[in-house]
């Protein structure tokens, strides 16, 4: 069924670092507003904006002790409404990030919680007595250490499967779900386009919380099998949708590690009534090694295309696909599968071209448009984030090199996707007049907005095309996915049909030259090439196709 959502591109925005307007080095949002031309320009149908409710900061936003108010060193609640409404009168829609699996320890139902045993809100979070003078169990915090603290005053110790002061949420109770309904109903009746759903699938919990077993050398153990797609996961996602999304027409992506395509057609599937799309992670974990995210290991293009193809043919007829390599997690892709030096625009192009060609919704995150790269910063003391900080901490108390820990810190850290949007060559790339509140990549005197925008070959350029072909053609949007030549070592390429139309996209992958045997069962004499990131070549025998580094080419076919 068609639907505006599916035909959309969204780009995300990473408040802090996109645009500071008043030179205090923090993005906001009055320096968003002064930027929805641009992003108008760019042909984006929805803005889906990162955290900026109330925080006291600790993951940068993702801690919320108001779910109704906006961040100070953000704004206010009338600059938030006013950038909704430019936004709305540019024909954009806005989509707001829901965090609901846990909140801030300076919420006031936690503030409250830990009062007393039967303080009304201490069935808000998740208690439990400790076990032979240890935590309630061993499960480890996603950020590090313990996913359990000990509160001394209620002699207690309360779950955050990420940082302390992220107590997780009692979806069990009714009244708690009640008041996120009331709160989700508040946002959608201020005129939100929907939202993406932080770590959603995280929120049932099981009834007893049993011991994992830990990796050799370790103390905790991972949980998330025991609490990753819970026991009463569907039930409230249904009960969501009934008392909030179903009564307003918008979009819903659930962010959800640890999600196989089975559960996702469930969670995706439109007659269950849940969510819209989901944001899996199997593709983002193909270059972990054994040890996980910080074991680094290249990626294997065939480990890729099989990924991708699997997904793509699970959700093609029930569900649907969100598509993304970036997001503020994650490096930056033209760094981590593409050639940051040598070939960087043309490998930020191709890796473009792969993704917005297959079936799904494309997401931008900022700065990818402009193939912004990973940053090095010299010392540890340069990094904001709170997953890199305990993650040094822990590998030195191991006794691990220094230059070792960097390394993983330089290819993994998220910190990669959080320096400052790179709008110009003037001083802090034009994020700020102040001081930024982390380093600007000292390459933004080459790789910028401004000087992209007045590049026609410009990997910003290539975006726009992308996007405009997306609303040009459905075949890019519904139709079938179909992987040609699945053994290729170096080629990543696939088909798409749809009433008789098909597109045939060739990406080659990697810094050389590749040949490409155009498949015997698709008609090359009337084949057109809609977009490709070198220039078409003349007389060319499209039999044997030569691609140069990364080239990457979309033909259509009658």
């Known amino acids: 069924m068609k639907a505006w959502w599916k035909e959309s591109v969204v780009y995300q925005i990473y408040p802090r670092s996109f645009m500071d307007s008043n030179g205090d080095g923090i993005g906001d949002l009055r320096g968003i507003i002064s930027k929805l031309d641009y992003l108008q320009d760019l042909g984006i149908d929805v803005i889906w904006l990162s955290p900026v409710y109330k925080s006291p900061n600790d993951d ?37 990030d829901l965090v609901v699996n846990h909140s801030s320890d300076e919420h006031p139902w936690f503030v409250e919680a830990r009062k007393s045993k039967d303080n009304p809100y201490r069935d808000y979070f998740i208690w439990r007595p400790g076990k032979d003078g240890k935590e309630p169990s061993n499960w480890y915090s996603n950020f590090g250490g313990s996913a359990w603290e000990y509160d001394e ?27 996120v309904y009331e709160m989700m109903r508040w946002w959608l009746d201020k005129g939100i386009d929907g939202f993406r759903m932080d770590v959603i699938n995280f929120i049932s919990k099981p009834e007893t919380f049993e011991d994992g077993e830990p990796k050799p050398g370790k103390k905790y153990a991972s949980g998330s099998k025991l609490y990753r797609n819970g026991p009463h996961i569907h039930d409230y996602l249904q009960e969501m949708n009934e008392k909030t999304l179903s009564k307003y027409d918008v979009m819903t992506v659930g962010e959800m590690p640890g999600v196989t395509p089975e559960l996702a057609q469930m969670y995706t599937a439109e007659e269950r009534k849940e969510l819209n799309m989901v944001f899996q992670f199997e593709h983002m974990g193909l270059d972990n090694g054994p040890g996980g995210k910080w074991d680094l290991k290249p990626l294997n293009l065939q480990d890729l295309k099989k990924n991708l193809t699997k997904w793509q043919k699970a959700l093609e007829h029930k569900g649907w696909n969100s598509l993304y390599f970036n997001n503020h997690d994650q490096p930056r892709s033209v760094s981590r599968f593409g050639n940051d030096k040598e070939y960087r625009v043309e490998s930020a192009k191709m890796l473009a071209t792969l993704l917005h060609m297959m079936k799904g919704t494309p997401y931008v995150y900022q700065g990818e448009e402009l193939g912004m790269t990973n940053i090095r910063f010299d010392s540890i003391q340069e990094y904001r984030d709170i997953e890199i900080i305990n993650f040094y901490r822990e590998q030195k108390a191991d006794g691990v090199r220094e230059e070792k820990i960097m390394e993983s810190i330089y290819a993994k850290g998220r910190d990669n996707s959080r320096t400052p949007m790179q709008w110009d060559a003037s001083r802090h790339a034009g994020f700020t007049t102040g001081e930024p509140w982390i380093g600007v990549n000292p390459n933004y005197l080459d790789i910028n907005a401004e000087q992209a925008v007045a590049d026609e070959d410009s990997v910003y350029h290539f975006y726009r095309r992308l996007i405009q072909l997306r609303k040009s053609y459905d075949v890019i949007v519904y139709g079938e996915y179909d992987l040609v030549d699945a053994e290729h070592p170096e080629i990543f390429s696939f088909k798409r049909t749809l009433e008789g139309q098909t597109l045939l996209v060739i990406c080659n992958f990697y810094g050389k030259e590749n040949q490409f045997e155009w498949p015997s069962n698709l008609n090359l004499n009337d084949a057109r090439l809609l977009i490709s990131n070198y220039a078409e070549r003349e007389g060319e025998d499209l039999r044997r196709v030569s691609l140069k580094p990364y080239e990457a080419r979309v033909y259509l076919l009658p």
Not at 158 to 175: A, M, T, V
């Open 153 to 179: 005053g209620t002699d207690e110790y309360y779950l955050h499967l990420f940082s302390k002061k992220q107590p997780d949420l009692n979806w069990r109770n009714p009244q708690l779900r009640e008041e």
């Open 60 to 96: 940068n936003g993702y801690d919320i002790s108001d779910y109704q108010d906006i961040m100070d060193e953000f704004g206010t609640m009338q600059d938030w409404e006013n950038l909704l409404e430019e936004v709305h009168n540019r024909g954009m829609k806005l989509i707001m």
